[in-house]
């Protein structure tokens, strides 16, 4: 029974294939039909269905450079023909991070292999994801201030070049499409016709040139220069390879905790262990993260896990072996979708190569050819996904500050906080104000030193897609031996909004809880008499599922040899796992005390730390629960430096968002408001424990930093108000300028009842910032300073010491002020100050404090 | 490692060093092509099955002639007995494995064949749609555009195809169908655009716009010139710089012509300083060439706001000109 005549032709499909040498891609059925529209690069730097050019990729690597600060390229080398690889640091400024340790860096490449188009595309946008995202004040912000990553589009440039000058054609060889749009390797020794004949098969595979195991299996790499995997003439023997050294060198390299080589295709992750075990485990975890989250994005594509060993006879030469065993950190080849025809098969439910999208896949080298359909979507999900795995190797989480607030006052009853000594030390600041009493509800507040939660498109916590419920999970308990306290039901909230203690987040959305405590009739209280430690035991995942660091002392951070180091269990046993913290203990107490301390309008006045002697601050509480607050200080030369920061009374509290610090005034007629800029230098808060005392915590160089401050000016009576009977000068205190030197002025302060402190915020005649501080009488209205002083020496911080200061007369000034309207003579002892005059108006007005005899 | 991979490893390399002798390859996916052609499927089946465990015949040899047998069935008829021989095979689990050649310790078929088994009944999907949608032209039976489903990319590009191809008298008639078609499920956007490129039908190619999305869309208005005439694309273009999802591609194509069209360079230049457009602006004119272009460049590079300077500077790296980069070579 015949059906019909058969085309026996067909068959001679593969003879066909060598009788020409160079043909195309092609859509329709062919010997490379690809049952798709062949893509061809466009020139433009903005994402679309398709592929960028290199121009077009450049140019959009380029412009995030130049228009974002946190952006900073280099070229780290050049390629065999001369032309400049970049690699782009993502990352604020610095290379420490907000807490004052030393970022971890992160380092993906991509083109290596020239004719994997996904590769460079997914580069780009993993760093257009960034961008986005740069201002969520979230896990990406977190990312950018917290972490060096290191992206490297391109490394293979003139083989990525050759590709796109030939986006359909290629040399066949054999079955086999080399050259043109298949090329892989790099240019050495290639010219960039595509039809000159011998050397089309020449360069050097990038991924087979490096230590150490460059040339140590001749079944995976060749010492053919024609071959497909030549391995080159040594190790690191290409200018590309020694570019991706120079890149990782902008981690810098002992800051690297994570390597990925992005390629195609195969739809997995190809990783590579080492003879660390531990740290083997955490490249599994990682890459069961990114591929859990990846799966749940809108392609629902999964990237398998198939790790093979860096040792002899099986490691081939690739630059993920480079970083595994130089490095010793989790370091692996993403080979992007189509999936392939692995065996065991990675991805039953799929054909493979081009046949995923309903492709031909007449030749399965057509999986190097993405569908343009498909390419932003894949450029999109795995731009989300990577930051996820660079969240997790930013490390384990930490608690970094608690406090509990009194509900009836909103004090701060006590203040822990975890503040950065080194790199491998925090101390611990601990300031309870009062003990915790049975018969007051309390809420909890705790920091964490990451974003700790993901939400949904409606804004509620639920674990970050692909991870387990239980990682939303926090355990907050009070114990005390055998005795539990939770937290009143339902009342723990992660916090979204800005703000800090106790109801919002303290540096970035979620990176804070909140929780509610009434101890009163709890079996706590029936376990204390008189006052009593008890612990706060502490347990949460991170996004990733990661446990608290068990021992927030010692900073987790990568270990040389590629494991966590500094990251201590709940038994505070440093391993890769965390545990529960239990670091910290409170009093309580079965005694009824009386509330704690709240601020008054006569906490307005002049303080000091007596451990630096020659720096304070001047506080003006205003009304609406306002205050403002003048720091008198040096830089780190010993140069005068000024600070003013407005902040919201909360209870014992007042914060500082911001501490502006000005520049660009010239001190006397030559000060032109016009050119006085403010800039943000940090923030700050100040916590009381009594009218004569406060606890301030600056985060102005980066790390935290505290003064413990004392009265040095004090005009209040009983109850911390202010004494107007024996201070009858109060009214005149508080801040002053003159409108045409607006960014210069005056704060008048009572020191007695009929002496006061004036300190004048201004410039010196370079247009430093400059303070001049005087103490004199005061009569009707009338100021005299007869001696005031500029000092100088000071060292700002930690590194303050009192003897280094010295105080140079400065000369006189003479006030005399109205309610609202005064003026000021001044008559400098320094020539650079001279004489003038300044009219005054009234800046602030404390509260509590009422003029009325203007 | 554990043994277990080791051994499976070293199991690979055996059959690596296995040469499939192509001549037998050849020869049996002839036989298997002539059995198809001649036998029920059952027994085609049944000679696949006993073909691929042939043990007379070395794996990879097998493997290679069902390959070559499967890429050959793409030229016959999609028949019954075809299209099951094929839809056998894409289930066919390969066992002439090579290790991989970044992770040894995985392999991949020496040849494949469930991934081109399932190629090959794509093609024939494609072909299947394009008779069909060619059948339907010729019988009037638009009925069968509006039943079309946008689920498998070669349904869509067989019925294409055959708009793409068809003679125009049978064409024109099918237009209020196919656009009610596209109204119905956008995705068969392609298959008007298949119609209006037969008939070079401007007012159809800006009804099918209505409807691309994504990289169809993308091309089709990157190369809008060559559909609509340069007049109305460039018209288009501009109009599409304002918003919408050209902006991408309209730059681009409007790149092409700001060499010798002032008016359109100069609309360029206003998007210089666009947060988003201003660096494909920049790209687009400086591989123009346009007069004048590195002067105001130059210009732009002196810029108190930053992102002006930032895209004069992108402008000329995109030039590359000799005065475009000596001037970069001054810069900071």
Known sequence: ?854 | MNRALALLALALYAAAGLATDELEARSQAQRLLLMTSVLPSQAVLAELERFSDDRSIPLETREAALRQYVLSLRDEPPDAVNWQAAELLSRYRERALVSHSHSLQNAVPVHNVAAPARGTLNVWTRKLERSAGELALANQDYGYFSSLSANHMQVVAGAADALKHAPVQLLEPAIPHLIAAVTREPALAPIMLAAAANLSDPDLTAVALEFLEGADRFRTVLELDGIIGPDAARAWWLKSLDSGPDQAAAIAALGRMAADDPDVSEELFTLMGDADLGAAAALALGKSQAPGLVDRAAELLKSDQPMLAARGRLMLQSHGGRQALQILERQP
């Open chain 1, 1 to 854: 029974m015949k059906r019909r005549t058969i085309v026996l032709g067909a068959l001679l499909w593969c003879g066909a294939a060598a009788s020409q040498s160079v043909i195309e891609w092609t859509e329709q059925p062919g010997i490379l039909g690809l049952g798709f529209p062949v893509p061809e690069p466009v020139d433009t730097p903005l994402p679309f269905d398709g592929f960028r050019s290199y121009n077009g990729l450049l140019t959009r690597h380029q412009d995030f450079m130049l228009n974002h600060e946190f952006i900073a390229g280099e070229v780290v080398g050049n390629s065999e023909a001369g032309r400049d690889i970049w690699a782009y640091r993502y990352s604020d400024a610095d290379s420490i991070t907000v807490t004052g340790l030393p970022e971890p860096a992160i380092y993906t490449q991509g083109g290596i292999h020239a004719r994997e188009w996904q590769s460079p595309e997914v580069l780009t946008g993993i760093m257009e994801h960034l961008v986005a995202n740069a201002g969520d004040q979230w896990l990406h912000r977190y990312l950018l201030d917290n972490m060096n990553m290191v992206l490297l589009p391109v490394l293979n440039v003139d083989g990525y070049l050759q590709t796109q000058r030939y986006p359909r054609q290629v040399y066949l060889e054999g079955s086999a499409p080399r050259d043109g749009r298949m090329r892989r390797k790099n240019m050495l020794g290639v010219d960039e016709d595509i039809n000159t004949s011998g050397d089309r098969l020449l360069g050097v595979d990038l991924n087979r040139n490096s230590p150490p195991f460059w040339a140590t299996n001749s079944g995976a790499s060749s010492s053919d220069p024609g071959s497909i995997v030549h391995h080159g003439s040594g190790p690191h023997s290409e200018p590309e390879s020694l570019a991706m050294v120079a890149a990782a060198r902008l981690g810098p390299e002992d800051r690297l905790r994570m390597y990925t080589d992005v390629h195609s295709f195969s739809q997995v992750h190809f990783s590579v262990n080492t003879n660390n075990t531990r740290r083997n485990v955490i490249q599994r975890n990682l890459l069961g993260d990114f591929s859990s989250f990846h799966a749940q994005l809108e392609g629902g594509k999964v990237y398998i896990d198939r790790p093979s060993d860096a040792r002899q006879g099986q490691a081939i030469g690739s630059t993920d072996e480079f970083f595994a065993v130089t490095y010793a950190v989790p370091s692996w080849t993403l080979e992007i979708e189509p999936s392939g025809t692995l065996s065991p098969d990675a991805h039953p439910s799929l054909p493979g190569c081009g046949a995923d999208y309903g492709g031909f896949a007449s030749n399965c080298h057509d999986g190097f050819i993405l569908p343009e359909s498909e390419i932003r979507r894949v450029r999109e999900n795995l731009g989300q996904t990577f930051p996820i795995a660079y969240y997790g190797q930013a490390g384990p989480p930490s608690v970094t500050a608690v406090r509990w607030i009194d509900d009836a006052t909103g004090a701060v009853v006590a203040d822990a906080e975890w503040d950065v000594q080194s790199a491998t030390q925090r101390s611990l600041f601990f300031n309870q104000v009062q003990p915790l009493q049975l018969d007051r509800s309390y809420t909890l507040w705790l920091a964490f030193d990451k974003p700790m939660r993901w939400r949904n498109d409606n804004g509620q916590i639920a674990p970050l897609p692909g991870q387990a419920t239980r990682t939303t999970e926090v355990t907050a308990d009070l114990l005390l031996e055998d005795v539990t306290q939770s937290p009143e039901d339902s009342s723990g909230q992660w916090l979204a909004n800005a703000g800090g203690a106790p109801d919002g987040y303290y540096r970035y959305r979620d990176d804070a809880y909140s929780a509610s405590f009434n101890l009163a009739g709890s079996p706590l209280a029936a376990a204390i008499t008189g006052e009593t430690q008890v612990t706060l035991n502490l347990s949460a995942q991170d996004m990733v599922g990661q446990l608290l660091d068990g021992d927030p002392a010692t900073p987790a951070d990568w270990g040389i040899v590629g494991n966590w180091v500094g990251y201590e269990d709940t038994n505070g046993v440093e391993t890769d796992l965390g545990g529960s913290d239990d670091t910290l203990t409170f009093a309580v107490t079965s005694a009824a005390l009386d509330d704690p301390f709240v601020i008054t309008p006569g906490v307005s006045a002049v303080w000091f730390d007596p451990t630096h002697d020659g720096e304070g601050f001047v506080i003006e509480v205003l009304d609406n629960q306002r205050a403002v607050v003048y720091w008198f200080t040096y830089d780190k030369a010993g140069n005068q430096r000024w600070m003013i920061g407005i902040g919201q009374v909360r209870g014992n509290e007042v914060v500082f968002p911001e501490l502006l610090e000005s520049s660009g005034g010239i001190f006397g007629d030559a000060f032109d408001p016009a050119q006085v800029q403010f800039s943000n230098a940090g923030n700050a808060s100040f916590v009381w424990s009594d009218c004569g005392a406060f606890r301030m915590r600056h985060n102005v160089d980066v790390r935290n930093q505290r003064q413990a401050a004392l009265r040095l000016t004090d005009s209040t009576g009983s109850g911390c108000e202010f004494d107007t009977d024996r201070f009858s000068l109060l009214p005149f205190t508080g801040s002053w300028y003159d409108l045409e030197h607006d960014g210069e002025g005056f704060v008048i302060s009572a020191a007695g009842p009929d002496r006061v402190v004036v300190y004048w915020f201004t410039y010196d005649d370079a247009g430093n910032q400059a303070w001049i501080v005087g103490d004199g009488s005061f009569d009707n209205g009338q100021v005299n300073i007869e001696q005031a002083f500029i000092a100088s020496g000071g060292v700002f911080g930690d590194a303050f010491d009192p003897d280094t200061v010295s105080l140079e007369p400065w000369g006189q000034l003479q006030f005399s002020l109205g309610c609202n309207s005064g003026s000021v003579n001044y008559q400098s002892v320094l020539p650079q100050y001279g004489s003038g005059s300044q009219n005054l108006t009234r800046l602030t007005n404390l509260a509590g404090l009422d003029c009325t005899t203007d």
